[in-house]
């Protein structure tokens, strides 16, 4: 036997050495960030072998990725020495589809049959519509998609759906669910959903079938147990009956996927779900320094729904968390694109850094800037700013209406939102062009002369849109131009029913890719302007060094790890999101504090947080941000919390007010009272000063709110008030935020 194989164990600390040898039984393994996990499992597989507890075939080891499961495959199998193909290493659906091949005719399939893909599904689905005559104006099919992906990965069937009398839509999606999963029998097809429900069904109604691989699998491994939905516990539960012998590894305080069917009760409840278990928690941290650890752990905390545990470390203690404000994000982008030149000129490579945001959109000013001085830069996980759906879509409208012989422009658009203009009419068009050696606009005129077709009126109503953007170019600004032409269009309402029919945060925020384009016109001058911009910023798009930073949303950042990382955008509203908590309300909360846990942890050495304090959407208006009440959950003596040079040299209220009075007849007189305070007391003003309970707060009185404007205090709760604003709704705000209007 090889030396090191011989001395394995020692390569383990102590809560490791116990996570790895406690083969027998129900085991959960509370593993922190950066503790070690995938040496703990890599090894635990390797132990059971050694100790010839299990042949490789009767190991079931589940992921949650292909990359994950042949990283894990590739590192047991240079243990050993020798391949491990026949381990049963994989994620939920290629174990399943691996077992369903051998048993897919007691579910009516033949062992070729093909999974399909969401494309596939969504084409199934609209054909259904169609057939049954259901109108999908209202909701999309990817409404009923989306619905139907959540019943499966709840585990409920077409015919266990309870109908309720207060949604019009249950009908509509029981019928289409069920003509749907008899349709994927008669085409010898499955979804990923059907993969683990036609195994669980196989199990519950075939006896000997189940026993086998209950038999079969002596030890079961599960990683990245805290992202599992219900459909995945409930195949784990079945299959561990027998040998009773299963290991799950996660994280309750990494919980971040719930918008994907990702339930952490499953990881809360495991004492429940498994006989008499024992739970081991990995603390000890090797990735991030002691300060950033304390952070991390102290905002953590703040969560109820969690088992509970603290990370620490033996790495130095490290710098303190370094959190700046802004005035406005081209400012943040400036900071951030100079602290990372200095990293350079300290020989820090482009790799060990990283910026983390909590919404996609917000990476627009920091790609300018970087495009601007030539910093190279990837985007991992998501497309560019300007590489995005949404963004070319309307950049091709403003193409076209700058340039009506923009054919390129004219084809993207004529049938984006869909108009009903199909390809049939678009090939006629194309052709029309060619023959009368003019722009698809002026062929299309041609067309709607010419031909009858369905998609002819629909078509003219767009050539008089389109005429009616191009003679107003010049009679708006290119920010009212845009405005003008999405209202026109209805592309936010194409936008909007998009959001409702996707789950996906990494696809919830198309709607603030369009805001933050917006924002990005006011700093040019008009539309040629900016289009002659973008021209140029495609052109140099491309990143040929192999050095590069990175930028990333904080979901995209989970499983990754630098020595530098810049936390973007940390405003109340923004992150947490608004969204989330209006949606989920605590258990959002908590998840988004999760997030920010995710976040924290990522980072080896060093952390910068920033926010801004004008609304990062706020093109056309004077609103304000707060810091992120995750900034305040951070331990005073672990964070050093500087604002801008606004505030530093008392810039911030003197360009306030100056910018203020610019718009003088535009603002009420309690406004100017509130500017001529800020100008009295111009020493004493900060932004991130931590108000003691102020006295004058009581029911009735007069407030305003950087953010929310001018309200009356309903009631006071601790260092709280509810607060009636006169241009927004009710809402709960800290004190130390409110400012008394006398």
Same mark, same amino acid.
């Given at each position: 036997?090889?030396?090191?194989l011989?001395?394995?164990?020692?390569?383990?600390?102590?809560k490791?050495?116990?996570?790895v040898?406690?083969?027998?039984?129900?085991c959960?393994?509370?593993?922190?960030? &950066?503790?070690g996990?995938?040496?703990?499992?890599?090894i635990?597989?390797?132990?059971?072998?050694?100790?010839?507890k299990?042949?490789?075939?009767?190991i079931?080891?589940?992921?949650?990725?292909n990359?994950?499961?042949?990283?894990? *495959?590739?590192?047991?199998?240079n243990?050993?020495n020798?391949?491990?193909d026949?381990m049963?290493?994989?994620? !939920?659906?290629s174990?399943?589809a691996?077992?369903?091949?051998?048993?897919?005719?007691?579910?009516?399939?033949?062992n070729n049959f093909?999974?399909?893909d969401?494309?596939d599904?969504?084409?199934?689905?609209?054909?259904?519509?169609?057939?049954?005559?259901i109108?999908?104006?209202?909701?999309s099919?990817?409404?009923?998609?989306?619905?139907i992906d959540? !019943?499966?990965?709840?585990?409920?069937?077409?015919?266990?759906?309870k109908l309720?009398?207060f949604?019009?839509?249950?009908?509509?999606?029981k019928?289409?669910?069920?003509?749907y999963?008899?349709?994927?029998i008669?085409?010898?097809?499955?979804?990923?959903?059907?993969?683990?429900?036609?195994?669980?069904?196989?199990?519950?109604?075939?006896?000997?079938?189940?026993?086998k691989?209950q038999?079969?699998?002596?030890?079961i491994?599960?990683?990245?147990?805290?992202?599992?939905?219900k459909v995945?516990?409930l195949?784990?539960?079945?299959?561990?009956?027998?040998?009773?012998?299963?290991?799950?590894?996660?994280?309750?305080?990494?919980?971040i996927?719930s918008?994907?069917g990702?339930?952490v009760?499953?990881?809360?409840?495991?004492?429940?779900?498994?006989?008499?278990p024992k739970?081991?928690?990995?603390?000890?941290?090797y990735?991030?320094?002691?300060?950033?650890?304390?952070c991390?752990s102290?905002?953590?905390?703040?969560n109820?729904g969690?088992?509970?545990?603290?990370?620490?470390s033996?790495?130095?203690?490290?710098?303190?968390?370094? =959190?700046?404000?802004?005035?406005?994000?081209?400012?943040?982008?400036?900071?951030?694109s100079?602290?990372?030149?200095?990293?350079i000129?300290?020989?820090?490579?482009?790799?060990?850094?990283?910026?983390?945001?909590?919404?996609?959109a917000h990476t627009?000013?920091?790609?300018?800037?970087?495009i601007?001085?030539?910093?190279?830069?990837k985007?991992?996980?998501?497309?560019r700013f300007?590489?995005r759906?949404?963004?070319?879509?309307?950049?091709?409208?403003?193409?076209l209406?700058?340039?009506?012989?923009?054919?390129?422009? !004219?084809?993207?658009?004529?049938n984006?939102?869909?108009?009903?203009? &199909?390809k049939?009419?678009i090939?006629?068009?194309?052709?029309l062009?060619?023959?009368?050696?003019?722009?698809?606009?002026?062929?299309?005129k041609?067309?709607i002369?010419?031909?009858?077709?369905?998609?002819?009126?629909?078509?003219?109503?767009?050539?008089?849109?389109?005429?009616?953007?191009?003679?107003?170019?010049?009679?708006?600004?290119?920010?009212?131009?845009?405005e003008?032409?999405?209202?026109?269009?209805?592309?936010?309402?194409?936008?909007?029913?998009?959001?409702?029919?996707l789950?996906?945060?990494?696809?919830?925020?198309?709607?603030?890719?369009?805001?933050?384009?917006? =924002?990005?016109?006011?700093? !040019?001058?008009?539309l040629?302007g900016?289009?002659?911009?973008?021209s140029l910023i495609m052109?140099?798009?491309?990143?040929s060094?192999?050095?590069?930073?990175?930028?990333?949303?904080?979901?995209?950042?989970?499983?990754?790890?630098?020595?530098h990382?810049?936390?973007?955008?940390?405003?109340?509203g923004?992150f947490?999101?608004?969204r989330?908590?209006?949606?989920?309300g605590?258990a959002?909360l908590?998840?988004?504090?999760?997030?920010?846990?995710v976040a924290?942890?990522?980072a080896?050495?060093?952390?910068?947080i920033?926010?801004?304090?004008?609304?990062?959407?706020?093109?056309?208006?004077?609103?304000?941000?707060?810091?992120?009440?995750?900034?305040?959950?951070?331990?005073?003596n672990? =964070?050093?919390?500087?604002?801008s040079?606004?505030?530093?040299?008392?810039?911030f209220i003197?360009?306030?007010v100056?910018?203020?009075?610019?718009?003088e007849?535009?603002?009420s007189?309690g406004?100017k009272?509130?500017?001529?305070?800020?100008?009295?007391?111009?020493?004493?003003?900060d932004l991130?000063?931590?108000?003691?309970m102020?006295?004058?707060?009581e029911?009735g009185?007069?407030v305003?709110?950087q953010?929310? &404007?001018?309200?009356?205090?309903?009631?006071?709760?601790?260092?709280?008030?509810?607060v009636?604003?006169?241009?927004?709704?009710k *809402?709960?705000?800290?004190?130390?935020?409110?400012?008394?209007?006398?």
């Amino acid at each position: 036997m090889d030396l090191n194989l011989k001395n394995y164990l020692n390569l383990l600390n102590k809560k490791q050495h116990e996570a790895v040898t406690m083969t027998e039984g129900p085991c959960l393994i509370l593993a922190g960030a &950066g503790s070690g996990k995938t040496r703990v499992l890599t090894i635990r597989i390797l132990h059971i072998l050694l100790q010839k507890k299990a042949y490789p075939g009767q190991i079931l080891a589940v992921t949650f990725t292909n990359k994950a499961a042949n990283e894990m *495959k590739t590192r047991v199998a240079n243990l050993l020495n020798r391949p491990v193909d026949n381990m049963w290493i994989g994620t !939920f659906h290629s174990l399943c589809a691996k077992i369903l091949r051998q048993h897919c005719h007691l579910v009516g399939l033949k062992n070729n049959f093909i999974i399909l893909d969401s494309d596939d599904q969504l084409k199934l689905i609209k054909q259904i519509c169609e057939s049954e005559k259901i109108d999908t104006s209202e909701k999309s099919p990817k409404y009923f998609l989306s619905l139907i992906d959540n !019943f499966k990965n709840k585990g409920i069937a077409y015919n266990k759906i309870k109908l309720s009398k207060f949604n019009q839509y249950e009908k509509e999606i029981k019928l289409i669910y069920k003509i749907y999963q008899e349709q994927l029998i008669r085409l010898n097809c499955v979804d990923f959903g059907d993969l683990i429900l036609h195994c669980i069904n196989i199990f519950k109604k075939e006896k000997d079938v189940c026993l086998k691989y209950q038999k079969l699998f002596k030890y079961i491994l599960v990683d990245e147990y805290q992202d599992i939905n219900k459909v995945q516990q409930l195949w784990l539960e079945i299959l561990y009956e027998f040998n009773s012998n299963i290991c799950c590894v996660g994280d309750d305080d990494q919980s971040i996927y719930s918008w994907r069917g990702a339930d952490v009760t499953n990881l809360l409840n495991f004492e429940k779900n498994f006989s008499k278990p024992k739970i081991i928690r990995l603390e000890q941290n090797y990735r991030s320094t002691k300060n950033i650890l304390d952070c991390a752990s102290s905002l953590i905390n703040q969560n109820k729904g969690r088992f509970g545990k603290k990370l620490w470390s033996d790495n130095p203690v490290g710098d303190k968390i370094f =959190v700046s404000g802004f005035w406005e994000t081209k400012e943040e982008a400036l900071y951030v694109s100079d602290k990372i030149e200095k990293l350079i000129s300290k020989k820090v490579p482009l790799s060990e850094i990283s910026i983390l945001f909590r919404v996609a959109a917000h990476t627009r000013s920091f790609e300018d800037r970087f495009i601007n001085i030539g910093l190279p830069y990837k985007i991992i996980g998501g497309l560019r700013f300007y590489e995005r759906k949404e963004i070319k879509d309307v950049i091709a409208y403003l193409r076209l209406v700058n340039n009506l012989d923009d054919n390129l422009a !004219f084809e993207r658009i004529i049938n984006v939102p869909k108009r009903g203009i &199909g390809k049939i009419s678009i090939k006629k068009i194309n052709a029309l062009s060619r023959e009368n050696d003019c722009s698809m606009f002026e062929a299309a005129k041609i067309f709607i002369d010419t031909h009858s077709s369905k998609s002819k009126q629909d078509l003219s109503i767009l050539i008089s849109k389109i005429l009616k953007w191009h003679q107003s170019k010049n009679k708006l600004n290119h920010i009212e131009l845009v405005e003008l032409i999405l209202e026109d269009s209805k592309y936010i309402e194409y936008l909007e029913q998009e959001e409702k029919n996707l789950k996906n945060p990494e696809n919830l925020n198309r709607i603030d890719n369009i805001k933050e384009f917006i =924002v990005s016109l006011k700093d !040019f001058n008009n539309l040629e302007g900016f289009l002659e911009h973008v021209s140029l910023i495609m052109e140099n798009i491309s990143v040929s060094s192999n050095q590069t930073l990175s930028l990333m949303t904080m979901h995209s950042a989970k499983g990754l790890e630098f020595d530098h990382v810049f936390l973007a955008g940390w405003e109340e509203g923004v992150f947490p999101s608004l969204r989330s908590i209006e949606e989920l309300g605590k258990a959002g909360l908590e998840e988004e504090r999760r997030l920010a846990y995710v976040a924290l942890t990522r980072a080896r050495k060093k952390i910068n947080i920033t926010y801004v304090n004008q609304n990062r959407y706020s093109y056309a208006s004077h609103d304000f941000n707060t810091p992120s009440r995750f900034i305040d959950e951070l331990p005073k003596n672990l =964070v050093e919390i500087n604002d801008s040079s606004y505030l530093e040299n008392n810039k911030f209220i003197s360009d306030f007010v100056e910018e203020e009075y610019d718009y003088e007849d535009q603002i009420s007189p309690g406004r100017k009272r509130l500017i001529n305070y800020y100008k009295k007391n111009q020493d004493d003003w900060d932004l991130n000063q931590d108000y003691e309970m102020q006295s004058g707060f009581e029911e009735g009185s007069r407030v305003f709110h950087q953010k929310f &404007g001018y309200g009356k205090i309903l009631f006071l709760e601790g260092d709280k008030a509810e607060v009636e604003f006169k241009k927004s709704s009710k *809402k709960m705000i800290f004190i130390k935020y409110l400012q008394i209007i006398h």
